[in-house]
């Protein structure tokens, strides 16, 4: 009888992204730079899901343009962020919604 596979040394070893959830808020994908409030200030960390693909920007005054870096769509990416800071986003091609999770 065959014995019982273990699970390759690949799959244990994976990275997870793992943050303490806090507060939510959401920005509306537009054809100019749209800010976030800014995050609390024990943030370290947010989660960005964007409905549409959209470019963003991070920082105390961030101004989303076509040179920052692209999100796509429906993908959680996670961001380091001094507390304070604020996220800005511009959409990509159309309008959508950028879910945006902070996390210390």
């Given at each position: 009888?065959?014995?019982?596979?273990?699970?390759?040394?690949?799959?244990?070893?994976?990275?997870?992204?793992?943050i303490?959830?806090?507060?939510?808020q959401?920005?509306?994908l537009?054809?100019?730079?749209?800010?976030?409030?800014?995050?609390g200030?024990?943030?370290?960390?947010?989660r960005?899901?964007?409905?549409?693909?959209?470019?963003?920007?991070?920082?105390?005054?961030?101004?989303?343009?076509?040179?920052?870096?692209?999100?796509p769509?429906?993908?959680?990416?996670?961001?380091?962020?001094?507390?304070?800071?604020?996220?800005?986003a511009?959409?990509?091609a159309?309008?959508?919604?950028?879910?945006?999770?902070?996390?210390?």
């Amino acid at each position: 009888m065959p014995s019982q596979m273990a699970p390759s040394a690949a799959l244990l070893n994976q990275e997870f992204p793992i943050i303490y959830m806090s507060t939510s808020q959401t920005i509306s994908l537009s054809g100019s730079n749209q800010q976030s409030s800014a995050v609390g200030v024990s943030t370290t960390v947010v989660r960005l899901v964007s409905t549409q693909p959209a470019l963003i920007a991070i920082g105390p005054n961030p101004d989303a343009s076509s040179t920052h870096n692209y999100l796509p769509a429906n993908s959680a990416e996670y961001f380091a962020i001094h507390g304070g800071d604020k996220v800005g986003a511009l959409q990509a091609a159309t309008g959508g919604v950028l879910y945006i999770t902070e996390g210390g």
